[in-house]
């Protein structure tokens, strides 16, 4: 697996303003307002869905069992919600061509 490097806040932002020739300030804060827009939802307990890329799906959890590896001992493990983020078709093919 190889490792390239991270996109960033900033990365998107430039990108915005070379392509679309907004100021760097506007394109920062559209990237801001659309992160904004996509947290508020997950946090409402919707999904977010972006077509061609893939979905931010949250799952409940039920209580349960685990064990603590290092002394065998059962702990219960409290409820909670979780975020997953299942990609798209187009997605999965444009990775598999590298």
Sequence with gaps: MRSVGTLTRADLAETINRKMGFSRAESLE????ILDKMSDALAKGENVKISGFGSFVLRDKNE???????????????????????????LKERIAKG
């Design 64 to 90: 349960r069992i685990g064990r603590n590896p290092k002394t065998g001992v059962e702990v219960p493990i409290t409820p909670r919600r979780v975020m997953t983020f299942r990609a798209s078709q187009l």
């Design 30 to 33: 559209m990237v801001e307002a």
